[in-house]
């Protein structure tokens, strides 16, 4: 499929490329966390003000999960309960943190006029498949068993990320289904990464390789994976889970220059094959990742807002 970047996205790539950055495949996991982190002041606005922003520790299969909660001053609250979203950043599942989505939270948080809960889930190698996803999935229930505690509305809470994140919002909305909850109103995916198989015509088109290159999704993916046969594990990948039925409402965000591009818009049409809601929304001239660069991007603006449109709705 051609792929044209919009003037802007070009500008910013261009950009990136002349920085001189090393490719994330040539460094250790330890030196590509601290090159992610340091493009955050560049790219990411300036964020809304919020009410407040509160460290969380939740406990989790190995020890204790941070987790970040951040109150818009306008939030909608029925009996004193507010929605809520479980974010889960992106990064490879190898790099970023609460701070490397510290403004999309922010943003999300503002535009939804709900709460939003970031979770530190453990990072690979140092903790393989499928230890991001038991993170995720148990920080997930403990917020809806103490949903009370913590001031959310229960019947609305909803799971959404970018990229990994949104690998493993998908794949929490399956394990809610599959193990009795708890029960979800949406999934917010944001150019999710669903299928480790990797044999998307998107995944050889030499216009997607941006920023996020097929060398490093495979260098992600060896740092993640524990052997060749995870690829086929609906925890890893949600697209090998035959039933997509009874899932929550989707969100579903891609963009043109992704090389993860083709899998997410086949999961979107697999979930509407499958009875479930789906607002699916393509950025044909971003590339991905674009969502954080909102400082530079104005379309990473215009996204955020739209989601928090979509989460208004639920």
């Not at 990229?163 to 193990?179: C, H, K, Q, T």
Request: net charge negative.
């Amino acid at each position: 499929m051609p792929v044209t970047l919009d003037p802007d996205a070009s500008a910013v790539l261009n950009v990136f490329r002349d920085a001189g950055r090393p490719p994330y495949e040539t460094l250790t996991p330890p030196e590509a966390r601290e090159w992610y982190l340091k493009a955050r002041p560049v790219a990411n606005p300036e964020p809304p003000e919020l009410a407040s922003v509160t460290a969380l520790t939740i406990p989790g299969p190995a020890g204790a999960i941070p987790a970040r909660l951040y109150t818009p001053k306008t939030l909608r609250q029925q009996d004193g309960l507010s929605p809520c979203l479980v974010f889960f950043h992106g990064g490879g599942w190898v790099i970023g943190d609460l701070d490397s989505h510290d403004v999309v939270c922010r943003f999300l948080a503002y535009e939804g006029e709900m709460l939003v809960i970031s979770v530190d889930y453990r990072l690979a190698p140092e903790h393989k498949f499928p230890a991001a996803i038991d993170d995720a999935v148990a920080a997930t229930r403990w917020i809806a068993d103490n949903a009370v505690q913590l001031n959310i509305d229960a019947q609305h809470l909803v799971v959404g990320g970018d990229s990994a994140g949104g690998n493993l919002s998908a794949i929490v909305a399956i394990d809610a289904r599959e193990n009795g909850g708890p029960k979800l109103a949406g999934q917010l995916l944001i150019y999710p990464a669903t299928d480790f198989r990797m044999d998307h015509p998107s995944h050889s088109e030499p216009e997607t390789s941006c920023l996020l290159t097929h060398n490093v999704i495979r260098w992600f993916a060896d740092h993640y994976l524990n052997s060749p046969a995870d690829i086929e594990n609906w925890r890893a990948s949600p697209a090998r889970m035959d039933n997509l039925r009874g899932l929550p409402p989707a969100y579903v965000l891609t963009a043109g220059a992704d090389p993860l591009r083709d899998e997410g818009d086949e999961y979107a049409k697999r979930l509407t094959d499958a009875g479930v809601a789906v607002s699916y929304k393509s950025y044909p001239g971003q590339f991905h990742g674009f969502i954080t660069m909102g400082k530079i991007l104005p379309k990473a603006n215009t996204a955020l807002n739209e989601m928090g449109g979509w989460l208004k709705s639920l």
